[in-house]
């Protein structure tokens, strides 16, 4: 039986593509007895037989768990690792023993004692910022639960990468949807002009799309005073920028918007108007269109930030008591 099943994982590199397909609905429908030659090649990222193998895992689903639970107590060592991996992957740590999961937190606080400087995405995403000193005001205003220290990499990898929207049945059984966000370190601004010194940003990719990064921005500055939305989308060659205080937006500029820019320009944008009256710099001729620049001059632009303007550690956190974050799929970096 071993040689049969480790002749099929092979088979999932073949260049025919029913060859593939034979070869994982055969691997499923031996079940658990594959778990342990599939396991090697799961997230190896230089193995041919990755997606393969990975897909079959996926496939056995809840088959596979016994096995791998064995595998993490017993071994055998080698597989232990990967046993862990896919666990988190098929169910999220909600699939672990206690001890797993403790050896994972104790993981995530060794790394935060060393993790600056770090480093935000910049050439694309989505973000909100409001002052790093009302971050009680901003957890109460969106409604987030389960707070739990995450390092830069992990908060970035579930926010924008893994799994980062729920959907569950809550205790009276209604269907309900839950979001995972991640809450920056606070980063200094480097303006000395500016009242508000201290700034953490919040990213979640389907929680700023589903529920309307506007409408979150407003929620946010009627709490905290001050919230900005950026985002910055390469893909359709569109940009925004929106400024929010005390719950109304004062400033927002939209690639597609009709108008571009609404409300009044902010004191960041007269020089860039004036020097579009003096020369040919038309593309300012209303103000500034671009969002990382507008979050340069109000807050702070993502990329890599300097350890000595980065303080505290950043959150990992979701929007629903009942779908805390250990519940969400999908094996974060660290």
Known sequence: ?????????????????????????????????????????????????????????????DEALPRLREIRRQGPGPLRAAA????????GAENLAEYDRRAVERLVRIKLRDE???????????WLAFPANRIDDAVAALGLCDLRPATTV?????????????EFQDAQGKTQTAYRVFITPSFETWLSEVPIQHWCLLWGNAFI????????ADRLSERCGEAHL????????????????????????????????????????VEYLEDADEDESA?????????????DLLSVEP???????????????????????????GALAV
């Open 1 to 61: 039986m071993p040689d049969i099943i480790n002749a099929l994982v092979r088979d999932l590199s073949d260049g025919d593509r029913s060859v593939r397909q034979t070869a994982e609905e055969r691997l499923v429908a031996h079940g658990a007895q594959a778990v342990d030659s599939l396991l090697p090649h799961a997230g190896e990222d230089g193995s041919p037989l990755k997606w393969g193998a990975e897909s079959v895992l996926r496939k056995l689903g």
């Open 84 to 91: 862990l991996r896919v666990l988190v992957d098929l169910g």
């Open 116 to 126: 600056l400087p770090v480093r935000l995405p910049s050439d694309a995403g989505r």
């Open 154 to 166: 992990m908060g970035m990898d579930a926010t924008t990468r893994a799994t980062d929207s729920l």
């Open 209 to 216: 799309d589903q529920l309307d990064g506007f409408a979150l």
């Open 230 to 269: 950026y985002i910055v989308d390469p893909y359709n060659s569109a940009e925004n920028w929106y400024v929010s205080r005390a719950g109304h937006r004062v400033r927002s500029f939209g690639s597609y918007d009709e108008p571009r820019f609404q409300g009044e320009p902010l004191p960041f944008e």
């Open 283 to 295: 593309e300012y001729a209303e103000g500034v269109p671009y969002a990382r620049t507008a979050a």
């Open 303 to 329: 990329g890599r930030m300097p350890a000595s303007a980065t303080q505290g550690h950043g959150w990992l956190a979701t929007t629903h008591p009942e779908a805390p974050n250990f519940r969400f799929p």
